[in-house]
Each structure stands twice: as structure tokens, then as C-alpha cells.
């Protein structure tokens, strides 16, 4: 029955047929699967598998799902799924009461699968029927829930509690919040469910919950569930209609209008305003808008109620101040200022209020806060008293009060009010960090490092100082009531007024710092007292210098210091009124120094520092009191020489600084101070040290030794009058012996220490000593040094030399400046090398530069150089060092030029105009050269102050990139790249896109560069270039958007992009070209023939190595397959074919007759798995979409798919076939039909796996692709796929392809076999004579299959044929699966028996004799496992055909046993096993070859005593075997005619070893015993039966039986009882 239903829905060809036979059998076929019989329930699957793929992408055809529904089972459910997604919208809610129905008492898996359905259809439900028919459709009852409408109102629940998720991973899913993993699997369909759908679904669900179906106890639960949902429906906040609406449910009738005229309301008709709970619900939302924020006056009418209703509470109270801040901060500027004072009344109230909670406080402060601007414009006399509030909260003791009022300071009043500013000072040394920062905030200093660039912050305007500082007198006025009388205090330190306080600070106080300050102010008072006062305080002050508190000793050294100080600054002045005791006051003086030079030599630095800036500022006045040299006392060269030995002993910087500074002052207020000379020397010792500070301040101590008062470097707090100062003392004599000195000596020194303190030093002179007329005499030979000092690798040199040029030329003339502007620009243009004389001690690289000995030694000075190339025998490589170093010297001198140029720049820019069209191409990349970046940024905005000149040079930039990218030197191609990047960046390049090319193959060549910083360089400018191109690109109207594609694109798909080697270069170049197809598709049209095939071939080359690394390491045949797939799955989805895909819309005959012959050899001789793949899903789509167009091309494309090597990768295999399917549906008749027959004769001429493989998939790919064309070759091709399908089982993937082939086309096996018989014939016949093992064992099989389903006879000639060749393939040697052609000469015999016996014996016709005679030749075979079969087959026939051939047989067979038991040894024991099973296979045959027409005594004996004799010393097996064989002899030979005398014979051969058998441990033989004892005893009677056993053998019977008979196991016990009873 199943064959034939198979078969009708085989031949139903249209939709309809197929409709109307699933209605009709469907549902039977369904319930077949419960049928115990395996091989129906097999059949069965068949044929569901068969209508499966019928109607899997045929929706239009109908399923009988009121039949499904009746007898809904596991299988059902598919069906119904299936069936009920074809159904309209209408026809599904028709259905849903059944499927309600159906939920009944069924399992909860069933229950899901059908919930699974109802669920999208309940917001239609409850349009469609009444609340009382969902009632009952549901299963509710007087408001009680039946089992499965619980179940219905779980399944909703869970529904409403499942997250939404992007992807749903079944294998790797986790429990969600209120759901377990068996929750989740239930509600996910098939497929999954993405969050749209799954947001949908629940809107559904509660919209159906709505409709009062439940009552609220039921659903309660759901709706709490959806209020936490994470999605919800958009809302326009903004709708005035929605803020009008929430105004009126909160305020009720009260609501009010700016109309002049309110509308009169009927008492009946007035509304209440919403309770609290409502209003809580409605201020969250209505704080969503802006517009309510202007909503006036309902918003002031929701505050008020808010904060002053007499039932509101704290929770409304907060909602109403955070409302109130929503109103400041979003209501429009005319609405605000009308609601301001409203709501500061509000706030008052508030504030005042007794009970407030945290969160009320902070909405009150945020709301101030925001309304701080209204406040901006108030009057004078508000504004005194906001002040005044303001004052009196800075210093509330709680924090937030303190905090705020500096906030409204800083927000409402300018920063140039005094009172504003004094409340930050104020809050800048409060306690708490926060007010702290705000405070600094108010006084500007929140972000700038010092008071420099404050000063130069134009945003910033600090009040007048002296307004200020009179509003802090005030402030100390009113305070000193309450604090100190002597002092102002702050929180952050005192300002001390009385001299007695000050004298106790100084001797008192615990910082250095503080003592100075006092002791300097001291100094200052008493130094202007009359002389005895003076002489008398600072004697005083003398004797405490040696106290033993260090407070006490500093205090009082400082304060007679500063005493001497300021009396000397005093008798400087021509106009003092101080009367002076000069006499007196000298000697006071030199003891004072005296004091001074002692704690010259202290230990303590506070008192060396403190001695020096007293000697500092003494000396500047006026010449020390003291002879210029004294033997035995104190004198101006023993103050010298103590200050030379401390600067040469001490090692703090600090005090070093302050030394050189003091040694620097001597000579300036006494230019005949003696033996400077040697004072000079001293400060140039310090060239060799490394403090960069001090080297400075020397400088400044040598400009003070020779200009003296004209030296800028004076550091001294009082000068002499302009009167008492003599300008011409400047030694222009010791100024000559500096420079030369400093020229000739130490400029040239081999030391760059040395050198690097010379150039300092000379910059020094210039910068504070620039007034001397000497100095104009030594520009010339100091500039020559700055030049030379331009190209040392040190950076501070470069920059000292580059800014004394930019010094030279402020003081030079004009001939001056005309040089140097010169030698710059070449310097930056060209570099300027070095013309040094090298030493032995010249230091070429700096420390570590170019790296150290294996040793560790340097590898710096020309020396050590010379000794490494000397120890590696290269001489030559010393030269190579002095060319690195050379090229250093290059760039080092273009650096320090640009610091100096950016000097000179803004004053010569006249004289810079002629060189500008080549300076500034230069100066543009050089400011991204890494070594001199930063000077040449200088010198860039310096020179270019407009950034129109780069729009102006943009050419001659270009140009200059252009050809420096590749440049020799890495920074030349580092900068270069940089400043490619940032010259595309944001201008317009119309002027340069010729140059893009150019810029493109460049920087994809340098992104391979041997350095890693110019790669990354490189990469940066590769992007720019990717945005710069694809905007131009993308803008389709533009005229050059061609031009660019046109000369980009052929660079990117050359060997230099996506070609290239690098991996960077082909993404970078991939990607340029995918966005470049997404944005500008249209572009790429002239270029398809050559961007297809390189896409394509990019697919495998830019494919990760590890997945080839991975694909050979697997050695699991299904596990590359799997990896194989998704790579090809991948291959589809990338980038790359996307691209491919967008440029098919543009391919048209033009393009593919210049595409196809380079798709041609890809196909044929592509590398890689993508690339195979994606020229298969290319041509597809191609056939998909330009049909038409690539019809004249697709025989080729078939060829070349056809011709390509077959690929031993199986999924290669697949996308080509495929490929060939879709190609066949296009291409015409002829080439379709040599593809057949190609096929056809490539699947026998080559024996390998690849090429059957590849035919069964051409043949799957035609048949599913271009099933029309499939059938007119099916007679062709069927026969073929028959044989094929009987493959060996090892090859089980390629079977299946065959076997599906032959199910989805042909009406079932015996269908196929009756349409298909005689070309199934042929082709075996043919295979059988092939020179392939495989080939002929497939054919015989197929011939067994044949046989086996054939429905009537094969004809005479048509099976003479088949046995001729089959017969013809036994004759020769043995090979693997010869086998199989006995069997199918067997089977053949069996099933055309008829045909057969009606054959004549004329000699030529094959008989059934002739076969037999063959098969008994066969049974001779050495090979064991063959001769059992020919044996088996031979007696199977005999014994079919009923002809007696038993003696011929029993004599083959004879010696194969008598063979066996003569071996011995060890002989015997290796073929035991083999044997066993050969002696089991002899007897089985020997029991059917027996012919019931034996009637000879002799023939009959003898067999019975070969089985007995055999039956009692062998095998269990054998022994089976023997048993069932003499069954079958008793069977045919004996009956209850029998004489005695027969009976007798068998009886005495077979008895006794039969109940010997009965003793074996094995069942089976027990069994087989009882059965032959069973079939002899029940044609004897029980007289006759004691007539011919012996009574001996008769009472051993009974026994064995008996023992039997009570056995455990059912199959011994019933048979021995059953021969019991016959005994």
C-alpha cells in the first residue's frame, strides 16, 4: 500500500494533484508510524521525507489540519506548523477554537507547540469574537480556569518575562530572571525569535489581557511583569495636546489660562484635582517636555500645589522642586522672567519650612542654582543684599551652604566685583575640596599653571587692586574686634602690621620664608631710624647671630643683613633726610660683612642663600665697605675667594645659582672691583657640569661682570636713582677677553658639554647684555658659532644657537640680517654640514645612541668608533659612521635653524617673500619630521599666519610629497606621509587630484617600510587618502568623481594593493575598494572586468592563516567538511563578494565579454576554498539576475566549471556543481546534452571518489536548480544513478546524494525499477565487463536490488544478457566484491524462475543447469569467504528449483571437512576459525541441497554418519548447523510411512549425539536439539518408537528430558515438556 501511495504522489506533477492526495492520505500515512513493524515505519519515513521535500517551498499548497487536529500526535505537530502558517489571517482565527480545543488533556510539549500558534494571533482574537465565546473557547467557567487555560495563562507569563535578545543560541542558552532553561526552549519557535517580533508578541498579549477575559486576581502577575518591560511604545513628550491633557487630570477645573476671560464651568461640571498618588504618577512624565516647561500658568499652579497643598507630602514636595528646576532650566527667556520672582517666593517658603528631607534640600539648591542667571540684571539695592547673603553664608558651618553661595557668586556677579572676587579668595582655603576648586574657579586660576598666562587670559578680568585691597582693609577692620589686635588672619595666613610683631615673627617663626619677609620689612623700618637708633638695633640684632635657637640665629642674621641693606640704599639717595654717623655706620658695615662672610662658609644652606642675596643686593648699591685686598682681615678679593671655594665645594643647585649670582653683582655697583679676570674663570669652570639651570644662571653672572648696570640680568628688589647709576662703567676691555675667550677655547672644544654651555652663555651676553657697543664688533664671529652650534644632536644646543640668531638679528644691522636671513634659508633647504675638526675625543653619537660593544663599552666618540671597526676587521665601516653622522649633523642643523628662523620670521617676512615657493613645501613636510617637529611648527606659525597659504602652494606642496614619500632617508618618508595626511585633511584638493595616484601607490609602498613608525605613518595617510577618495568618489555629480575612480582604482586592484604580499596593504586596499562599491557603485562599471575576478581572488588570500593551519591539522574527515562549509558560508557573507554583488546591477554584454574570459581560467586553476566558492555564488547570481545577458556566455562558463580538476574537497565540489545546475537551466539544448553524456562517461572511464562525487552532484545541482531540464535526460541519467547508488557503505555521503537522487526522482524503488528496467540492464551489463572492481561489484549489486523489486519477469533476451555478463565476471582471478556477482546471478535465478525452466537445453540459451554447473566450478574457489557463497548460492538454487545435485555437492564439499580435521599443530589453530565457520557453511548448504527424490540406502547412510561423526566434535556453530540440516533431512526423507529399519538407522547415527548436544552449555544448540528431537518423535508412535530405540537409549531420553523440563528458561522447558507428552 505504502509503494503505491509513494508512487500516486510521485506521478501528481501540479500543486492541485499534490493538494488533493495529502488530503486524502496525510493523516493515515501519520498513523502509520505507530505500526510495530519496523519496515513499515520505515517506509513510511520515506515517504513523509518525499512530500517534505514536495511541498517545503511550495506554500500554496493546503494541508487537512481538521484531520491533523483529530489525531494530533508527535508527527502531527510538524505538519501542523507547516499547514497552519499557509493559511490567511482569517482562516487561522476560524481555526483557533479548534486549536484551544485540541490543548486539552494533552502534554505540556503538545500544549506548547499549540500555544506556539494561538499566540500572534490574540490581538486579532478578541476582534473577532465576544468575551464570553473566548470564555469558553479558553476554558474558563464561572471565572474558575480549567487545566489548560492555566497552563494558557503560564505560557503568557513567561512570554512577558523573556529578555530580548539579538541572537538566540539554544546550545549555549542560560536562564533569564524569573525563567528557567526549560521556560526559555518552550517559548523560542523554531528559528528563534528576534527582539521586534518578541516586543510585538507581548504588546499582543496585554492588549488581549485587557479585554476583561480574566479577572484581575488572574492577570495580575502579567501586568506587574510588563510594567518592568525594558521597551515601550514612543511617546511624542512634546504633543501640547498630551501636556494639556496631564494639566487638567492634575489640577482638575482649577486649571488656569492667560485668557482674560476664564470659561465659566457648571458646578455639575467641575473636576477635582488628582489625589496624591495620581499627581506622584503625573510630574515624572510632565518633566519629560519641554513645552510644559512653558506652560504658563499650569506649571506655577503644579509647583505651588505641590510644595504648599495641605495634603501634600515630602515625596510630592521633591518632585515639585526637581519640577521647578526643569522650569528654569527649559522655559523660554520672556517666560522666565515673568515666573522668576514666583518662584524665589516658592523657594523662601521652603527653605523656611521646618521639615525637609535630604532630597529636598538638594532639589531646592539645584533649583537656585539654575535661576542664579535671572538674577544677572537686579537692582542695586537687590544686588547688596544678595551680596550680603552671600558674605554671610561663605562661612555657614554646613557645606552645602558654603558651597552654594560661592556657585551663586561665581554665576551672578561679573568677575571683575570686588565682593564676588573676595568670597572666592575666601572659599579658595576652605576645608572641603569641592569649595575649594570653586573658589579657584571664580578667581580664574581653575586651569592656567601661572600668573603669567592668567595675566594673559583675555576671557578673565580681575577687579581694581587698589579697590580691592581696601575692601580687605575693611574687612580686617571689622574682624580685628574678634580676632588678634595686632593681625588680619585668614585660613590661609597672616598679614603681620606692628614692627614689635614683626621682630617676634623673625625670631619666632617656624618658615624660612615668613622670617624673610618679616626680617626684610624689619630691615626696611630700622635702616630708616636715625643713625644711633639704627647703630643700636642692629648691634643687637648681631649679638643674638650666635643664639642657640637656628629661628633666633637666622632671624637676626636676615634682619641685620637687610638693615645694611636698605642704610646703603638710603645714603645712595641724593635727597635722603636721614642723618648719618658715617664713621660709626662703616664700621657697623664691616662687621656686619664680617657676619656675612662667616655664614658664606656655613654648613646650613638657608644661611649661605640668605648671605648671598644680602652681598647681592649691597654690592648692586654701591662697593663694599671694605679694602679691595688686607693681608690679616676682611677685603673685597677674601670675600671673592670665599665665595669661588664654596662654589666649588657645594653641591646644591640651589645654593650654586645663588653663588654665581652674588660673584656676578660684585663688580656692578664697583667697577673697579678686583681681579675679575679670575671671578670669570671661576663661573667658566662650571662648563663641564650638566645643569642646564645653572649654566644659565652663569650666563647671567657674566653679562653682570662685564655690562654691569647696562646687564638686564640685575636681580636686586632696590636699585640706586637712574642719577646715581653710571651706565659707561661697562668693561668693554674684559668683554673682548670673554668673547675671544669663549670663541677661540671653548666653542671649538671636542667636550659637547663644553659646547653646549658656550652656546648658552653666548646667548646669555646677548640677551642681557645686547645695549653694549662692544658687542656689534663679534656679531659676525658669534653668529658663525651659532650656525656651526645648529648642527649639534643636542636640542638645547640647537635651540640656544637658533634663538641667539633670532637675538643677532634684533641687534644687527642690516647687512647682518640680510646674511643671515640667507645662510637659514639654505640651512633649510639644503641642511648645512658640519666642517668640525674631528679629534680622537670628538663624540659623533650621543650615549647609547647607536647602541654598545657586546662588551658594554660606548660606542660615542670617533675613537671608540674607530676600535670597533678596527676589532671587525672592517675599516670601511667607520666611514658609514661618519655618513650616519654626517646626515644627523643635516637634520640637526634644520632643526635648530627653524627655531631660529621662527625669531626672525614676523620681522623679515619682506625679505622671505622670494623664498617662499620653495620654503614652504619644505617647511609643510618638515613639520612632521619626528627629530624636528616642534621648531618647524614654530617657524610655521611664525611664517604662515594665514592658513590661505597652504591653498596657495598646494601645488608646489604636492609636488614635493609627492616625490619625497619614497625618499632614501626614513624620516624624509615619515614626514612626508604625515603631511600627505594633513594636506588632504579639510581643503579643497581640486588643484592636486592628479597627484592622488601618485600619493596612493607611494603610501601603500611605504606602509612595507623597514621601520615600524613610517608604516604606522604610512597607515595614517592611507586612511586620509581612503576618506579624501571616497568623498569625492561618492559625490556623483561632481566631474572629476570618474576621474578619481578611474585612476585610483586600477592601483588598488594591482599587485601593489590588493596583490600585495603585505597583509596591511591588501585590507587597507580591500576596504578602499568595498566602500568605494558601496558608496559609488556607479564608478566602478568600467572597471567590473578587472574588480570581480580580484575580489574574488581576494576571498582566499585574505583569508586568516590558521584556517588552513587548522584545516590540516584535522584529520577527521566530517570535521574539515564542517569547517569547510563554513568557510565557504563565509566566503559568501564578506566584504568582498558584497562588492561583487553591487557591480552586478551594472554588468551588461559589454562588460561580460570582457569578464568572461578572465572568470574563465579563475574557475579553472583558482586557489583557495573562497575563491572556488565565490566564483560559483557569482556566476549564480549572475544567472539569477541577468539571465538573459549571460546566455550567449553559458555553455563556456558550463565548460569551464565542467573541464576544472576535480577538487578532492568536497564542499569546492558542491559550490561548482551548483554552479553547473543553475548555468544548465540558461544554456542551450546541445551543451546540456554533452554535459550529460560527459558525465555519463567520465563516472566510468576514471575510478576514483572525486569524480563519482562530482556526478552525483551535477546531477543533484540539476535536479533541484533545473528539475524541466532534468526529466528530458532522466532516462539517461536514472539507470546511472541506480548503480550509483549502490556504492559501498563506506562512502556514506556519497550514497545519499545517489540514493535522494533516485527517490525525488523517480515514484519509489519499484516504480523507479519498473520505468528504468532495461537501461538499468544495460548499463550493468556494461559495468560488468569494466576493468574496475568497484564498478563491477556496484553493478551486481545493482542487479540484486533489480531483481529484488521487480514487479513481474524479466524478459528471456533482456535476462540472458544480464546472466551472460554476470557469468562472463566470474570467469578469471578473484577480486574484492566478486561476491556480489553470485548473489546476483541468484537472485536473478529466483526471481525469473519461471522464465528460466521454460528455457530449452539448445546449447547456445543459458539453462538453469548451465549456472549451476558454473557455481559448482566456483565452489572450488581457494578464497573461503567466495567459496561460501558459491556454495550457499548453488544449493539456494538447487534447492529453489527443486533439482537434485546433493552427491556431486557432498563430493566438493567432503574433502573440505576431511581437509580441516587432518590439520594439525599449530596449522590447525590458524585456520580453526576460518574453519568453523567454513564446517557451518557446509552443512547449512548440505541440508538444501538434500533432494526429496533420494531414495539410495547407501547415499542416506552415508550422510547420517557424516553428521554424526561430525555432530559430536565441533563447535557449538557448527553443531547448530548440523542439527538444523538434519532437521531438514528428517524433514524430507522420513514420515510416519517409514520403514523400521530406516528409522533405526537414523535413530542409532543420531540419538545418542543429539542428547550429548543437550548437555552443551549454549542454548542455541539445546534448542536446535529439541527441535530435531520434536520433528523425529511426532511421526512415531510411542509402541513403534520403543520398537526401534534401545531401552537403554529410551531411558536416557526420558531423563535429559525431564532435566529439561524444569528448566528456568521457557524455551528449553516447553519444548521438553511437549516431547515428553508424546513419549
Known amino acids: 500500500i505504502l509503494e503505491r501511495l509513494l508512487l500516486r504522489f510521485g506521478l501528481a506533477d501540479k500543486d492541485e494533484q499534490l493538494e488533493k492526495e495529502l488530503n486524502k492520505f496525510l493523516p493515515p500515512v501519520l498513523l502509520k508510524l505507530s505500526y510495530p513493524d519496523e519496515d513499515v515505519r520505515k517506509k513510511v519515513l520515506e515517504l513523509l521525507n518525499h512530500i517534505n521535500k514536495r511541498i517545503r517551498n511550495q506554500p500554496s499548497i493546503k494541508l487537512p489540519l481538521e484531520a491533523l487536529l483529530d489525531q494530533f500526535q508527535n508527527f502531527t505537530t510538524i505538519y501542523l506548523k507547516m499547514g497552519f502558517t499557509r493559511l490567511s489571517l482569517s482562516d487561522q482565527l476560524q481555526l483557533t477554537p479548534k486549536l484551544f480545543n485540541c490543548v486539552i488533556k494533552k502534554t505540556s510539549v503538545h500544549q506548547d507547540r499549540i500555544f506556539q500558534l494561538i499566540i500572534p494571533l490574540l490581538e486579532n482574537l478578541k476582534e473577532k469574537y465576544s468575551v464570553e465565546e473566548l470564555r469558553q473557547m479558553i476554558g474558563i467557567v464561572d471565572d474558575q480556569l480549567s487545566n489548560a487555560a492555566n497552563a494558557f495563562l503560564q505560557y503568557l507569563l513567561d512570554v512577558l518575562c523573556m529578555p530580548y535578545s539579538t541572537q538566540i543560541d539554544l546550545s549555549k542558552l542560560a536562564a533569564s530572571p524569573c525563567l528557567s532553561l526549560a521556560s526559555i526552549k518552550r517559548i523560542i519557535p523554531e528559528g528563534g525569535i528576534n527582539p521586534d517580533q518578541l516586543e510585538k508578541v507581548k504588546l499582543g498579549i496585554l492588549r488581549f489581557l485587557a479585554a476583561d477575559i480574566f479577572i484581575e486576581t488572574q492577570i495580575a502577575a502579567h501586568l506587574i511583569i510588563a510594567t518592568g518591560d525594558v521597551r515601550f511604545s514612543v511617546i511624542d513628550w512634546e504633543s501640547l495636546q498630551l501636556i494639556t491633557t496631564l494639566y487638567q487630570l492634575y489640577l482638575g477645573s482649577s486649571i488656569k489660562t492667560l485668557s482674560k476671560t476664564q470659561p465659566q464651568i457648571k458646578p455639575e461640571d467641575q473636576r477635582l484635582p488628582a489625589s496624591n498618588r495620581i499627581k506622584l504618577l503625573i510630574i515624572p512624565q510632565i518633566m519629560k517636555s519641554t513645552k510644559a516647561a512653558d506652560e504658563f500658568p499650569p506649571c506655577m499652579q503644579v509647583i505651588f500645589d505641590a510644595l504648599n497643598a495641605p495634603t501634600t507630602t515630602l515625596r510630592l514636595k521633591t518632585l515639585a522642586l526637581q519640577f521647578m528646576s526643569h522650569v528654569c532650566k527649559k522655559s523660554s527667556n520672556g517666560r522666565i522672567k515673568v515666573m522668576g520672582p514666583i518662584l524665589l517666593s516658592a523657594l523662601k517658603k521652603s527653605v523656611v519650612s521646618e521639615k525637609e528631607d535630604a532630597n529636598s534640600r538638594s532639589a531646592i539648591r539645584d533649583a537656585l542654582i539654575d535661576m542664579a542667571p535671572c538674577y544677572k540684571s537686579i537692582s542695586e539695592t537687590d544686588r547688596t543684599i544678595l551680596e550680603n547673603l552671600i558674605l554671610q553664608y561663605v562661612e555657614h558651618t554646613i557645606v552645602p551652604c558654603r558651597l552654594l553661595s560661592v556657585r551663586l557668586a561665581n554665576i551672578i556677579f561679573p568677575t571683575d566685583n570686588v565682593i564676588s572676587r573676595y568670597v572666592c579668595v575666601l572659599a579658595s582655603g576652605d576645608s572641603n575640596e569641592e569649595i575649594r576648586e570653586e573658589g579657584r574657579h571664580g578667581l580664574g586660576i581653575i586651569r592656567i599653571s601661572n600668573i603669567a598666562e592668567l595675566d594673559s587670559s583675555s576671557k578673565y578680568k580681575f577687579p581694581l587692586f587698589i579697590k580691592l585691597l581696601q575692601y580687605v582693609r575693611q574687612q580686617m577692620e571689622m574682624r580685628i574686634t574678634t580676632n588678634h589686635p595686632r593681625c588680619f588672619k585668614t585660613e590661609s595666613g597672616i598679614l603681620p602690621f606692628a614692627p614689635t610683631t614683626l621682630k617676634e615673627i623673625f625670631l619666632n617663626g617656624v618658615s624660612d620664608d615668613c622670617r624673610l619677609f618679616a626680617s626684610r620689612l624689619y630691615g626696611m623700618i630700622i635702616a630708616s631710624q636715625e643713625s644711633v637708633k639704627y647703630i643700636t638695633h642692629v648691634r643687637e640684632l648681631l649679638e643674638k647671630c650666635n643664639n642657640s635657637s637656628f629661628e633666633v640665629q637666622h632671624g637676626s642674621f636676615a634682619s641685620a643683613g637687610f638693615c645694611l641693606v636698605y642704610r646703603t640704599y638710603f645714603t645712595s639717595l641724593s635727597d635722603s633726610k636721614i642723618i648719618f654717623d658715617s664713621q660709626s655706620e662703616e664700621i657697623l658695615a664691616k662687621d656686619v660683612l664680617s657676619c656675612i662672610a662667616t655664614r658664606l662658609s656655613d654648613s646650613q644652606a638657608v644661611f649661605i642663600n640668605t648671605a648671598c642675596t644680602i652681598l647681592t643686593e649691597v654690592a648692586a648699591i654701591k662697593p663694599l665697605p671694605l679694602p679691595n685686598e688686607y693681608d690679616h682681615g676682611l677685603s673685597k678679593v677674601s670675600i671673592a675667594k670665599e665665595l669661588k671655594i664654596r662654589l666649588n665645594k657645594v653641591k646644591d643647585k640651589k645654593v650654586k645659582e645663588n653663588l654665581c649670582i652674588t660673584i656676578g653683582h660684585l663688580p656692578v655697583g664697583d667697577p673697579h672691583f678686583p681681579k675679575l679676570r679670575e671671578l670669570i674663570e671661576t663661573l667658566l669652570q662650571e662648563s663641564k657640569g650638566q645643569q642646564i639651570d645653572l649654566l644659565f644662571t652663569v650666563g647671567k653672572a657674566l653679562s653682570l661682570v662685564t655690562a654691569r648696570y647696562l646687564s638686564s640680568a640685575i636681580q636686586c628688589s ?435 565579454a570582457e569578464l568572461v574570459p578572465k572568470l574563465v581560467p579563475l574557475i579553472k586553476h583558482g586557489i583557495g576554498v573562497g575563491t572556488k566558492a565565490g566564483c560559483s555564488h557569482f556566476i549564480i547570481q549572475l544567472v539569477n539576475q541577468k539571465t538573459k545577458e549571460l546566455a550567449p556566455y553559458a555553455g563556456r562558463l558550463l565548460k569551464a566549471f565542467s573541464n576544472a580538476p576535480k577538487d578532492r574537497n568536497l564542499s569546492i565540489l558542491k559550490a561548482y556543481t551548483l554552479a553547473i545546475g543553475h548555468l544548465a537551466k540558461i544554456a542551450k539544448e546541445i551543451t546540456v546534452s554533452k554535459l550529460f553524456i560527459t558525465l555519463k562517461d567520465g563516472y566510468f572511464e576514471t575510478d576514483n571518489d572525486e569524480n563519482e562525487n562530482y556526478c552525483g552532484l551535477v546531477f543533484r545541482a540539476i535536479s533541484e536548480h533545473a528539475n524541466e531540464l532534468f526529466k528530458n535526460y532522466r532516462a539517461e541519467a536514472m539507470p546511472l544513478i541506480f548503480l550509483a547508488m549502490h556504492q559501498n557503505d563506506s562512502d556514506s555521503s556519497l550514497k545519499s546524494i545517489w540514493k535522494e537522487l533516485w527517490i525525488e526522482n523517480t515514484p519509489g524503488t519499484e516504480g523507479g525499477v519498473r520505468l528504468y528496467r532495461d537501461g538499468i540492464l544495460d548499463i550493468c551489463c556494461k559495468s560488468l565487463s569494466s576493468q574496475s572492481w568497484k564498478m563491477r561489484e556496484k553493478a551486481a549489486k545493482s542487479i540484486v536490488t533489480l531483481a529484488d523489486k521487480q514487479s513481474g519477469e524479466i524478459p528471456l533476451p533482456s535476462l540472458s544478457k544480464a546472466l551472460t555478463a554476470l557469468q562472463s565476471a566470474l570467469v578469471g582471478s578473484m577480486w574484492d566484491g566478486k561476491e556480489s556477482v553470485l548473489n546476483a546471478i541468484t537472485s536473478l535465478c529466483k526471481a525469473n524462475m519461471n522464465v528460466l525452466k521454460s528455457q530449452k537445453q539448445d546449447g547456445e540459451s543459458i539453462t538453469i543447469d548451465m549456472i549451476i554447473d558454473k557455481f559448482m566450478r566456483e565452489c572450488r574457489r581457494s578464497k573461503v569467504s567466495y567459496k561460501m557463497v558459491a556454495m550457499k548460492s548453488v544449493t539456494t538454487l538447487l534447492k529453489e528449483f527443486k533439482i537434485d545435485r546433493f552427491v556431486e555437492f557432498k563430493t566438493i564439499v567432503i574433502p573440505l571437512l576431511e581437509e580441516s580435521e587432518n590439520s594439525e599443530g599449530g596449522e590447525k589453530r590458524k585456520k580453526e576459525e576460518g574453519d568453523i565457520e567454513l564446517k557451518a557453511c557446509i552443512f547449512e548448504c548440505l541440508g538444501n541441497a538434500w533432494h526429496d527424490t533420494i531414495t539410495s540406502p547407501d547415499v542416506t547412510k552415508r550422510y547420517l554418519e557424516l553428521m554424526s561423526t561430525s555432530l559430536t566434535k565441533n563447535t557449538w556453530k557448527v553443531q547448530m548447523q548440523i542439527l538444523l540440516a538434519a532437521e531438514k533431512f528428517a524433514e524430507r526423507r522420513y514420515t510416519s510411512e517409514t520403514s523400521d529399519e530406516l528409522w533405526k538407522d537414523l535413530l542409532s547415527n543420531l540419538l545418542l549425539p543429539t542428547l550429548e548436544c543437550l548437555d552443551e552449555k549454549y542454548i542455541a544448540v539445546k534448542v536446535c536439539a529439541l527441535k530435531l528431537l520434536e520433528g523425529i518423535f511426532k511421526h512415531l508412535s510411542v509402541n513403534r518408537m520403543r520398537n526401534v530405540v534401545t531401552e537403554e537409549n529410551y531411558q536416557m531420553l526420558l531423563v535429559k528430558l525431564k532435566a529439561l523440563s524444569t528448566d528456568s528458561r521457557s524455551q528449553l522447558s516447553e519444548r521438553a515438556n511437549q516431547i515428553l507428552k508424546s513419549l
Not at 668693561?731 to 659637547?752: F, G, Q
Open 718 to 1152: 632696590i636699585m640706586p636713582a637712574e642719577s646715581a647709576r653710571n651706565l659707561n662703567q661697562h668693561d668693554s676691555e674684559l668683554m673682548r677677553w670673554l668673547l675671544d675667550m669663549l670663541i677661540t677655547r671653548y666653542a671649538p672644544n671636542p667636550n659637547p658639554m663644553t659646547r653646549q654651555a658656550t652656546c648658552i652663555w653666548l646667548f646669555s651676553i646677548l640677551k642681557y647684555s645686547g645695549e653694549m657697543p662692544e658687542l656689534q664688533n663679534w656679531l659676525q664671529q658669534i653668529q658663525t658659532v651659532f650656525i656651526n652650534f645648529l648642527t649639534e644632536n643636542d636640542e638645547i644646543t640647537q635651540e640656544m644657537a637658533s634663538s641667539g640668531l633670532g637675538l643677532l638679528y634684533d641687534i644687527g644691522g642690516s647687512t647682518t640680517k640680510d646674511t643671515l636671513v640667507d645662510m637659514l634659508v639654505s640651512t633649510l633647504t639644503s641642511g648645512r654640514k658640519a666642517g668640525t675638526h674631528v679629534t680622537s675625543d670628538t663624540v659623533i653619537f650621543q650615549q647609547k645612541e647607536i647602541g654598545e660593544t657586546p662588551e658594554g663599552s660606548s660606542m660615542s666618540t670617533y675613537k671608540e668608533l674607530c676600535a670597533v671597526a678596527t676589532d671587525l676587521n672592517r675599516p670601511d665601516l667607520i666611514y658609514k659612521f661618519m655618513h650616519l653622522a654626517n646626515h644627523n649633523a643635516l637634520w640637526n642643523s634644520r632643526k635648530g635653524a627653524a627655531i631660529g628662523f621662527s625669531s626672525i620670521a614676523s620681522q623679515a617676512r619682506k625679505e622671505l617673500e622670494p623664498y617662499l615657493p620653495k620654503l614652504i613645501p619644505r617647511l609643510f613636510r618638515y613639520r612632521f619630521d619626528p627629530k624636528i617637529q616642534k621648531s618647524m611648527n614654530s617657524i610655521w606659525s611664525a611664517l604662515v599666519p594665514d592658513i590661505k597659504v597652504v591653498d596657495k602652494y598646494i601645488t608646489e606642496i604636492a609636488d614635493d610629497l609627492s616625490k619625497n614619500l619614497t625618499n632614501k632617508y626614513w624620516r624624509v618618508r615619515q614626514s612626508s606621509c604625515l603631511a600627505v595626511s594633513d594636506l588632504l585633511n579639510g581643503r579643497s584638493i581640486d588643484n592636486i587630484i592628479s597627484y592622488l595616484p601618485k600619493f596612493w601607490e607611494s603610501c601603500l609602498l611605504v606602509m612595507d617600510d623597514i621601520k615600524e613608525t613610517v608604516r604606522k605613518a604610512a597607515t595614517i595617510s592611507c586612511q586620509t587618502l581612503i576618506k579624501v577618495t571616497l568623498k569625492i568618489g561618492s559625490d556623483l555629480n561632481s566631474r572629476v568623481s570618474h576621474q578619481v575612480v578611474d585612476n585610483v582604482l586600477p592601483i588598488l586592484l594591482s599587485d601593489k594593493g590588493i596583490g600585495s604580499r603585505v597583509e596591511e596593504i591588501r585590507a587597507i586596499s580591500l576596504s578602499t575598494v568595498v566602500e568605494i562599491g558601496k558608496k559609488a557603485a556607479v564608478t566602478l562599471k568600467p572597471h567590473i572586468a578587472v574588480l570581480i575576478p580580484t575580489m574574488i581572488e581576494s576571498l582566499s588570500s585574505l583569508e586568516p592563516q590558521a584556517v588552513n593551519y587548522l584545516y590540516l591539522q584535522i584529520r577527521d574527515q566530517d570535521t574539515q567538511e564542517l569547517l569547510d562549509t563554513h568557510r565557504v558560508s563565509a566566503s559568501k557573507s564578506s566584504p568582498m563578494m558584497d562588492t561583487v554583488k553591487l557591480c552586478i546591477d551594472y554588468i551588461d554584454e559589454a562588460v561580460l
